[in-house]
């Protein structure tokens, strides 16, 4: 190859030449690199000649044999490297340093994207040394030879302990080996307030692993704020590059005196959300060089994962909370629904748990008194470890979490706790000196000093009834995540405090009925002296007309007796149809004494009713022996005889339409269930369990049927009843075997008890109804006075609807009712003839009282 060749080959580009069979070895092509480059460079003619592609060139470069000699320029020796690029890898390959080679790449990079984003180039520049943004790309060509290393790190530790400052702890720890510092600080963000920062100093083992921090000061030795390197990039985001030979007029004490520190890098690290988590201070010593655009780079690019690495850190961290306070919800739950706990007990729960949640050093809890307009606590500051008693505030001297007897209150507005349940705000003070609603004796008198306040109202239907006050965070401030948290805590808090209240209401309201029980059972008891007095007086082995088989024991008048006659009569029926034998005498006695004293003095529904009731079903035992079993016989006798026991003279619809309290505790049969549940009351009373010798099994069947045939008096009953026996009767196909059939018996035969004053003479007959009427006018006059319009039959201003209002009572309840008795016990027969009469009775009187109306 002529020189002419040669210099033409540097000016133009040449198409890549086939490889020589015979490649010289590596060390061999770099010299001859170096021969090149040194001629480029201006050197003499004494040098060696090129060789390219493994051949020299003849007649060597201009300059030699004579020639005068010419430097190649810029574009020539671009050209030829773009002609030989794999003589231009290989060289790179073997000739250049990794580190060097790492340089190129980033530098190359960052001026390709300057290139491409002419607007992010002004504002890098405008930004100055500093202004760029972490990318993708620079991790991908960041090849640093301990990358694998340390994404094995990471992943181990977020493995191992995914709290967010141990994995930011391990990523600078990396980072710092990277570039090789010197050593590194890391600065924490707070999430609320990112500009406040707190120095992490690792993982204290005597505290089980809880980081240790130190809150940064923003202010100099004088007192006046002095903006920190930290600080400057915790609110830009952006790096900083600082060098004590360089000082930046912005940052005048960014190096101590003392320190030893020449170069810093401060690199933000920012999250994917774009909250900042943490800054990165690393330095280094002298004589190491200052930090270049290079290791904010490599800085950056490392930062890219680890972001990854923070998100499932924090995710891991909220789910961690979550759980807890799933756990603690649901032990609040348990203790609310299955150990009803005392306030006291469950206020020490709430306050132990919220201290936890938050990780606060003190806790307490305040219950606002309506009545008072004040807040009041008998549990205070729980998680205070010195003691002093002073002006109604109370500290534990020990440190043991126990209540206090002593109470405090104060006034509702008063301190934060006291604006908090006023204005039902939370408030989250980060430096409660600063607030002039904190009051400062509190820690004068204790000695503690209180730096963050986090206080919450309790609510529940929308009032307020308790304010959380937490105190002294461990890490830092109070933050939102910790407000969030805790505001879903307050809701279960709530409820509760107010299952806990309702719980000590009903706790309370059972003393008092205990109390109201034990006065009502000595009023409404019989007293000794009546008992005594029955027994001085004996039972009678006879009484005429009540003892008679005929059809006369049906017409018996329960008006020829006193009250105490016929509880003397009622015990001779109990004795003559069931002996003494499996009874106490004494128990009888009491219990039909007290029977005749909780029947109320009412027209109709009182003592004589529920006697001549009793009288009834008496006759009908008498006159159809085997029909029924003892048992049954036993329950429809005492049945009858209790089964209006506490009418207050109103029927059920009456109950309903004034809302009474009887009908919020029964909604169907209102008064058939009380008149049942009275007659167990006075069973319970002492001396009054008649039913005290049979067999369990016997005492339940007693109970049950009693219930069922004193429900069945409700007339509401008696519809359906009658329709399931007239078609049990039309298909002939009533079972006397059958316990449902002999239910119903047992129902139809209690109604026609109930009724038998339609059954009885027609002067009997007149003077039931007389007093039936008084009671229908009082409950008429009472709908009258709570504005309900009463029906003719109750309304005292219509009496001549009386006869009318008998003869459909008697055609559409009464006679279906003793005609089924007809048919399935014919000894009651008597009771249908007589209401056939009476009804006769009505009709006429009813048609004359038309008669009368017509010719007026």
Same mark, same amino acid.
Not at 2 to 13: D, G, I, K, R, V
């Given at each position: 190859?002529?020189?002419?060749?040669?210099?033409?080959?540097?000016?133009?580009?040449?198409?890549?030449?086939?490889?020589?069979?015979?490649?010289?070895?590596?060390?061999?092509?770099?010299?001859?690199?170096?021969?090149?480059?040194?001629?480029?460079?201006?050197?003499?003619?004494?040098?060696?000649?090129?060789?390219?592609?493994?051949?020299?060139?003849?007649?060597?470069?201009?300059?030699?044999?004579?020639?005068?000699?010419?430097?190649?320029?810029?574009?020539?020796?671009?050209?030829?490297?773009?002609?030989?690029?794999?003589?231009?890898?290989?060289?790179?390959?073997?000739?250049?340093?990794?580190?060097?080679?790492?340089?190129?790449?980033?530098?190359?990079?960052?001026?390709?994207?300057?290139?491409?984003?002419?607007?992010?180039?002004?504002?890098?520049?405008?930004?100055?040394?500093?202004?760029?943004?972490?990318?993708?790309?620079?991790?991908?060509?960041?090849?640093?030879?301990?990358?694998?290393?340390?994404?094995?790190?990471?992943?181990?530790?977020?493995?191992?302990?995914?709290?967010?400052?141990?994995?930011?702890?391990?990523?600078?720890?990396?980072?710092?080996?990277?570039?090789?510092?010197?050593?590194?600080?890391?600065?924490?963000?707070?999430?609320?307030?990112?500009?406040?920062?707190?120095?992490?100093?690792?993982?204290?083992?005597?505290?089980?692993?809880?980081?240790?921090?130190?809150?940064?000061?923003?202010?100099?030795?004088?007192?006046?704020?002095?903006?920190?390197?930290?600080?400057?990039?915790?609110r830009t985001k952006e790096p900083l590059r600082l060098s004590r030979a360089e000082p930046d007029p912005r940052f005048p004490h960014a190096f101590h005196a003392n320190s030893d520190c020449t170069h810093v890098l401060y690199q933000p690290v920012v999250q994917p959300d774009g909250q900042l988590a943490a800054v990165l201070e690393l330095w280094r010593r002298e004589p190491g060089p200052p930090f270049h655009e290079e290791d904010e780079e490599i800085a950056s690019s490392y930062l890219v994962w680890g972001g990854i690495a923070l998100h499932y850190a924090q995710l891991y961290v909220s789910m961690n909370k979550q759980r807890t306070l799933n756990d603690f919800l649901l032990a609040v739950v348990k203790s609310i629904f299955q150990d009803m706990v005392s306030i006291d007990a469950l206020v020490m729960k709430i306050m132990n748990f919220a201290q936890r949640l938050v990780d606060a050093d003190r806790a307490s809890l305040f219950l606002v008194d309506s009545k008072t307009k004040e807040l009041y606590a008998r549990i205070f500051d729980v998680g205070v470890s010195d003691v002093v008693e002073n002006a109604g505030e109370l500290v534990d001297e020990a440190g043991a979490k126990q209540p206090s007897s002593r109470e405090i209150r104060f006034p509702l507005g008063t301190g934060i706790a006291g604006q908090v349940a006023l204005t039902g705000e939370i408030l989250n003070i980060d430096d409660a000196y600063s607030d002039p609603r904190f009051n400062r004796m509190v820690d004068q008198l204790t000695g503690y000093h209180t730096q963050s306040i986090l206080c919450m109202p309790i609510f529940i239907r929308g009032v307020v009834i308790g304010?959380?006050?937490?105190?002294?965070?461990?890490?830092?401030?109070?933050?939102?995540?910790?407000?969030?948290?805790?505001?879903?805590?307050?809701?279960?808090?709530?409820?509760?405090?107010?299952?806990?209240?309702?719980?000590?209401?009903?706790?309370?309201?059972?003393?008092?009925?205990?109390?109201?029980?034990?006065?009502?059972?000595?009023?409404?008891?019989?007293?000794?002296?009546?008992?005594?007095?029955?027994?001085?007086?004996?039972?009678?082995?006879?009484?005429?007309?009540?003892?008679?088989?005929?059809?006369?024991?049906?017409?018996?008048?329960?008006?020829?007796?006193?009250?105490?006659?016929?509880?003397?009569?009622?015990?001779?029926?109990?004795?003559?149809?069931?002996?003494?034998?499996?009874?106490?005498?004494?128990?009888?006695?009491? =219990?039909?004494?007290?029977?005749?004293?909780?029947?109320?003095?009412?027209?109709?529904?009182?003592?004589?009713?529920?006697?001549?009731?009793?009288?009834?079903?008496?006759?009908?035992?008498?006159?159809?022996?085997?029909?029924?079993?003892?048992?049954?016989?036993?329950?429809?006798?005492?049945?009858?005889?209790?089964?209006?026991?506490?009418?207050?003279?109103?029927?059920?619809?009456?109950?309903?339409?004034?809302?009474?309290?009887?009908?919020?505790?029964?909604?169907?049969?209102?008064?058939?269930?009380?008149? =049942?549940?009275?007659?167990?009351?006075?069973?319970?009373?002492?001396?009054?369990?008649?039913?005290?010798?049979?067999?369990?099994?016997?005492?339940?069947?007693?109970?049950?049927?009693?219930?069922?045939?004193?429900?069945?008096?409700?007339?509401?009953?008696?519809?359906?009843?009658?329709?399931?026996?007239?078609?049990?009767?039309?298909?002939?196909?009533?079972?006397?075997?059958?316990?449902?059939?002999?239910?119903?018996?047992?129902?139809?035969?209690?109604?026609?008890?109930?009724?038998?004053?339609?059954?009885?003479?027609?002067?009997?007959?007149?003077?039931?109804?007389?007093?039936?009427?008084?009671?229908?006018?009082?409950?008429?006059?009472?709908?009258?006075?709570?504005?309900?319009?009463?029906?003719?039959?109750?309304?005292?201003?219509?009496?001549?609807?009386?006869?009318?209002?008998?003869?459909?009572?008697?055609?559409?309840?009464?006679?279906?009712?003793?005609?089924?008795?007809?048919?399935?016990?014919?000894?009651?027969?008597?009771?249908?003839?007589?209401?056939?009469?009476?009804?006769?009775?009505?009709?006429?009187?009813?048609?004359?009282?038309?008669?009368?109306?017509?010719?007026?």
């Open positions: 190859m002529t020189a002419t060749s040669a210099a033409s080959m540097w000016q133009q580009p040449q198409q890549p030449q086939p490889p020589p069979q015979q490649q010289p070895p590596p060390p061999q092509r770099a010299h001859v690199w170096r021969r090149k480059m040194n001629m480029f460079g201006g050197g003499s003619c004494s040098q060696p000649q090129p060789v390219v592609n493994g051949t020299s060139a003849p007649g060597g470069y201009p300059g030699c044999d004579g020639l005068s000699a010419a430097e190649p320029s810029a574009e020539q020796v671009a050209a030829f490297l773009r002609a030989h690029a794999d003589f231009l890898e290989r060289f790179v390959m073997e000739e250049v340093q990794l580190e060097q080679l790492e340089r190129w790449v980033i530098r190359g990079t960052r001026r390709a994207k300057q290139r491409l984003d002419p607007a992010s180039a002004a504002g890098a520049g405008a930004a100055g040394k500093n202004g760029r943004k972490t990318s993708l790309s620079r991790w991908k060509f960041c090849v640093h030879a301990d990358k694998r290393q340390m994404l094995q790190e990471l992943t181990r530790s977020l493995q191992q302990r995914p709290a967010q400052a141990h994995v930011l702890w391990e990523l600078a720890a990396c980072i710092c080996q990277a570039v090789a510092a010197d050593g590194f600080r890391l600065f924490l963000a707070d999430r609320a307030s990112p500009e406040v920062l707190a120095q992490y100093l690792g993982l204290d083992s005597s505290e089980g692993g809880e980081p240790k921090v130190q809150r940064l000061s923003s202010e100099g030795a004088h007192g006046a704020e002095v903006p920190t390197g930290p600080a400057h990039v915790a304010v959380v006050q937490m105190v002294n965070k461990h890490v830092g401030t109070f933050t939102k995540e910790d407000e969030e948290a805790f505001e879903t805590f307050a809701v279960y808090c709530g409820l509760a405090l107010h299952h806990a209240k309702l719980y000590d209401k009903i706790a309370r309201s059972e003393q008092k009925y205990r109390v109201a029980l034990e006065v009502l059972s000595y009023h409404n008891t019989c007293s000794e002296d009546e008992v005594e007095k029955m027994h001085a007086q004996g039972i009678p082995d006879s009484i005429p007309g009540v003892d008679d088989v005929s059809c006369f024991s049906y017409y018996f008048s329960v008006f020829a007796l006193d009250d105490y006659e016929k509880a003397r009569h009622a015990i001779f029926m109990f004795q003559d149809l069931f002996g003494l034998s499996r009874f106490d005498t004494d128990s009888v006695i009491r =219990f039909t004494l007290t029977v005749k004293k909780n029947y109320r003095r009412v027209p109709y529904h009182n003592w004589t009713h529920g006697f001549a009731v009793a009288n009834s079903m008496y006759s009908i035992i008498k006159h159809a022996p085997g029909v029924f079993s003892p048992n049954e016989c036993l329950a429809l006798f005492i049945a009858a005889l209790c089964h209006d026991l506490d009418h207050r003279g109103k029927n059920n619809k009456f109950m309903l339409e004034t809302e009474s309290p009887l009908a919020a505790i029964y909604s169907t049969s209102t008064m058939e269930h009380h008149h =049942f549940n009275q007659t167990v009351t006075i069973l319970q009373q002492k001396g009054h369990n008649i039913f005290s010798k049979l067999s369990n099994s016997e005492y339940k069947q007693v109970l049950g049927l009693m219930k069922h045939c004193i429900l069945a008096t409700d007339l509401a009953v008696f519809f359906p009843n009658r329709a399931k026996v007239n078609q049990l009767l039309a298909d002939n196909s009533f079972n006397w075997n059958s316990s449902s059939h002999r239910l119903l018996l047992q129902a139809i035969t209690m109604t026609a008890s109930d009724l038998s004053a339609s059954a009885k003479p027609w002067e009997l007959q007149v003077e039931t109804v007389k007093v039936i009427f008084e009671e229908f006018y009082e409950q008429g006059d009472a709908e009258r006075a709570n504005g309900l319009q009463p029906i003719p039959m109750m309304d005292r201003n219509q009496p001549d609807q009386q006869a009318s209002s008998q003869v459909g009572f008697l055609t559409g309840i009464c006679l279906p009712c003793y005609t089924l008795m007809d048919q399935l016990i014919p000894s009651t027969r008597p009771m249908l003839e007589q209401c056939k009469a009476n009804l006769k009775r009505w009709q006429e009187i009813d048609e004359s009282t038309r008669l009368k109306e017509q010719k007026t």
